[in-house]
């Protein structure tokens, strides 16, 4: 305990806590981190922010000894590093705090806090001290948190404070937090705020992900941002605006040209009005959203990740429950209805996780193009199954929508991510529904495959379908979308035309900026 | 295909066998050779034909009891109750046997629908709080083993109990009976029920819409959520209709062995029936495989006290093994799996 929090650091020479040079990691064909250089100094909060898939977890998971880089090195406290396993990343004095708990929910938060390197005294464990220690340190960095208290018995935000308990009792000078607010109500990251300060306040170091640009702003001495795995800039936050910040984050490099289309002028197919949901949190996450989707109309929804547009998703497809509103769908309300009623009202929908939610991964392709219409005939006749149909049917789909795979009868997870996603665009895309529901339909499949599902798409629109479009990435809202939603905490903040899809004010209302109240 | 059907089975294979060595080493351990141990037990339960008549008794409460729990897994549901529901689906037959007066044949489905009705409405208890409230299905229905077992205990010995017996009811009338295949063994048709019924099963699942639905529900429940499958009322279902199969395994040991209900008239033919299950990957047809082979181990351990030193108890031990070994390869697909995001069975 030689090295408990508050003690003088031990290798204090070094101005810099954590440097990481030319961090190249890679999984396959894909690069997570492109030579990424990073230098925090010691006393700051250092925000690292990025959208999902940017890289930040697999930067830390790397600092943090969860994964060995393929190129590059690592120095902390000025001392070049190998940083073998977490237990070399503890010794250094670092300590991280993941996303996902582990906890033990039938023991007490001093015996959780302690956990394997239990404070004994004749050979027992010394309850007493324990529960001492862990309420000292609670006081000190204002976490209240009582010692005694069943973990099991205890809120998501409670535990995350048990987890900073964990780190700081294992000496750490420098802790890493992992999207730490993602499971925490808004009054609790205020909190966490005022703990993270406290620490730098004493001399400590934080490293803290996020994806949401108020709070970077808010908590952080310096950003650094990531985009497609490599570091777009480092800069002191009080330098940044909320809009530079997103542009960094989005970034303007435009793959896809935009489409050429003709102007149809379709009825209303779907109209959202005043639709509010809550997420798993029971905290609003849908704030009143209103539009309406024509035939042969692309609508498109931008935003960061996690401003409300998965859950918006859920409840069009029944997923999720709304909490007022209503979204009608050719005249049926689908706050009402079961997602099997709502497929039968005419819904198709490619999920943003396609993984879980959109294919079974052990199933044959032939198995999975079956779903939702195992109800129907030809492929199901009074019940019983027709599996000559079905697998001719996922034969015809494969060739129509050239996905690679040596026949109807092959298990989804051979294929590689952009012809799984084909095999949903084609299950869905051909149950005949005049709405279709697409969620990040482009998210990890290769460029190839890109330009193929962007073309369907197009079909889908010129076939008179009515298409809302979700996705993070604003080259393909711009080179798909007839008119762009963008979406800030839950709400609509505005509209933008889809041929002239102007960038700095879809950052402005994506970092929440409400273009009303910018002088036109 | 069929080299996945193969990798599929590989695990388990090489879990028996796994079991298999370890029961050998504690054989020699005892001082018995494992050789013997082994040639007694094929001629136990393959060595004549009514030996062989014998091993099929023995496998069809297992085989029958087998199918009941594939029925839940395919949903994605651990039916672990089915004991219970085969003591109560036996107790069930035997009251319709022993109160009633019906013509025959009449009789017997009478008694096999009531067995059936019984199982059903002993797992509908946590079926309802698996899906209203999310209860773990595993822990209840364990429980509910217990209560069952010892519910006809009291039925047998404080309401039906014959004068003057053991802890046992009247017998039933000869109406009620299964028919017996062969005039040197008890055997009867029951084993043609359970091989039906595994066959049957593996069918609807496989060719009907309402199967596919619920092999979604076991296999990707998000996915199948999505596609618009209602994914707890198919929970509901799938262990309201593994708890009848359950039942009617009762139903068929009291119309075709015993004749009557008597206190622990069947022990561990649920539990065998579980592990049968598994072993075969929740595959109906498997089962009937894996369930000849727990039949055999019983039945061929009945000449391993007369003929080795070894005791009858070694079988126990290494049904334990293959439990063992067959969780533990279990647990490690489920652990290769869960990393790629999924769950085959949840505890």
Request: proline share 4%; hydrophobic share 45%.
């Amino acid at each position: 305990m030689s090295n408990a929090p508050g003690s003088p650091p031990l290798h204090s020479t070094s101005a810099m806590a954590v440097e990481l040079a030319a961090i190249t990691k890679r999984f396959g064909a894909f690069i997570a981190n492109d030579g990424i250089d990073l230098v925090v100094r010691r006393g700051e909060i250092h925000a690292i922010i990025g959208e999902n898939g940017a890289g930040k977890t697999t930067l830390m998971n790397i600092l943090f000894g969860l994964l060995q880089p393929d190129e590059g090195s690592i120095r902390l406290n000025g001392e070049t590093t190998v940083v073998a396993d977490p237990a070399a990343a503890i010794k250094a004095g670092l300590g991280m705090v993941h996303q996902h708990f582990k906890l033990v929910p039938s023991l007490s938060v001093a015996d959780n806090v302690f956990l394997g390197m239990e404070i004994r005294r004749h050979g027992l464990i010394d309850h007493a001290a324990q529960i001492e220690r862990t309420r000292d340190l609670s006081k000190r960095f204002g976490l209240h948190v009582d010692p005694t208290e069943r973990v099991g018995l205890l809120s998501v935000g409670i535990e995350q404070r048990i987890e900073i308990l964990k780190v700081l009792v294992r000496g750490a000078r420098t802790i890493i937090l992992d999207e730490p607010t993602a499971v925490l109500t808004p009054q609790e990251s205020r909190e966490l705020f005022q703990t993270l300060r406290s620490f730098v306040a004493e001399g400590m170091t934080v490293i803290f992900i996020s994806h949401h640009l108020e709070e970077v702003m808010e908590v952080s001495d310096t950003v650094t941002v990531l985009r497609n795995g490599r570091k777009v800039a480092t800069r002191p936050t009080s330098e940044l605006s909320k809009d530079e910040l997103v542009r960094m984050m989005v970034g303007r490099e435009v793959s896809f040209d935009r489409r050429p289309r003709a102007a149809l002028h379709g009825g209303a197919v779907l109209e959202v009005k005043d639709l509010w949901a809550r997420d798993d949190r029971r905290l609003p996450a849908v704030r009143g959203a209103s539009f309406t989707v024509r035939a042969g109309e692309v609508v498109g929804i931008a935003g960061v990740a996690g401003n409300g547009q998965t859950e918006l998703a859920e409840v069009l497809s029944g997923l999720r429950p709304a909490s007022h509103g209503e979204a009608w769908l050719k005249g049926r309300d689908l706050t009402m209805l079961s997602p099997a009623a709502i497929r039968e009202a005419g819904l198709a929908h490619v999920p943003g996780d396609r993984m879980v939610r959109g294919v079974d991964r052990n199933a044959s392709i032939a198995a999975n193009t079956l779903m939702g219409r195992q109800h129907r005939a030809p492929w199901s006749r009074g019940g019983v199954l027709d599996w000559k149909a079905i697998a001719g049917n996922a034969g015809a789909l494969i060739k129509s929508f050239d996905i690679r795979a040596q026949g109807s009868g092959d298990p989804v997870k051979r294929l590689s991510g952009g012809n799984i996603q084909k095999v949903v665009l084609a299950r869905e895309f051909t149950n005949g529904a005049d709405f279709l529901l697409i969620d990040q339909p482009t998210r990890g499949v290769d460029i190839g495959a890109q330009e193929a599902i962007h073309d369907e798409i197009m079909r889908q629109r010129a076939a008179g379908r009515a298409i809302l479009l979700i996705s993070v990435q604003l080259d393909e809202l711009a080179a798909l979308a007839d008119r762009i939603l963008v979406m800030f905490n839950g709400r609509i903040m505005g509209e933008v035309a889809g041929d002239d899809a102007d960038e700095d004010r879809i950052g402005m209302m994506m970092a929440g900026v409400s273009p009303e109240l910018e002088p036109a | 295909m069929m080299n996945d059907r193969l990798r599929a089975f590989s695990g388990q294979i090489i879990a028996i066998g796994v079991a298999l060595l370890l029961g050998a080493i504690i054989i020699l351990m005892v001082g018995e050779s494992p050789v013997r141990v082994l040639m007694t037990l094929l001629r136990g339960a393959f060595g004549d034909q009514e030996k062989i008549a014998g091993t099929l008794l023995q496998t069809t409460p297992i085989l029958i009891c087998g199918v009941a729990a594939c029925i839940g897994l395919r949903g994605g549901m651990f039916n672990v109750g089915i004991e219970g529901q085969l003591f109560l689906g036996g107790f069930a037959a035997a009251w319709v046997g022993f109160s009633f007066s019906l013509p025959p044949g009449i009789h017997t489905l009478a008694a096999l629908a009531l067995a059936i009705a019984a199982g059903a409405a002993w797992v509908a208890i946590p079926a309802y709080f698996r899906a209203r409230y999310n209860t773990n299905e595993v822990v209840s229905t364990i429980l509910s083993n217990y209560i069952a077992v010892l519910l006809t205990s009291y039925f047998t010995i404080f309401l039906f109990k014959r004068p003057g017996g053991w802890s046992e009811t009247p017998p039933i009338l000869a109406t009620a009976y299964l028919p017996e295949i062969f005039s040197f063994s008890r055997l009867n048709w029951g084993l043609a029920i359970g091989l039906l019924l595994a066959v049957g099963v593996a069918l609807v699942f496989r060719y009907t819409s309402w199967g596919y639905g619920v092999t979604m529900v076991g296999s990707a429940p998000k996915f199948a959520e999505y596609g618009g499958v209602n994914v707890k009322r198919q929970g509901f279902v799938v262990l309201l209709l593994s708890g009848a199969v359950g039942g009617l395994a009762g139903g068929v040991e009291t119309l075709g062995v015993h004749h009557r209900f008597m206190e622990g008239f069947a022990p561990g033919f649920g539990f065998d029936g579980l592990i049968a299950a598994l072993l075969a990957n929740g595959s109906p047809v498997a089962t009937i495989v894996t369930a000849l082979f727990f039949g055999a181990l019983r039945s061929g351990s009945l000449l391993l006290e007369v003929d080795t030193s070894a005791s009858r108890e070694i079988i126990t031990v290494i049904q334990a093994l293959i439990i063992l070994s067959v969780s533990a390869q279990v647990l490690i697909k489920r652990r290769g799996d869960s990393q790629a995001g999924e769950r085959r069975w949840k505890f």
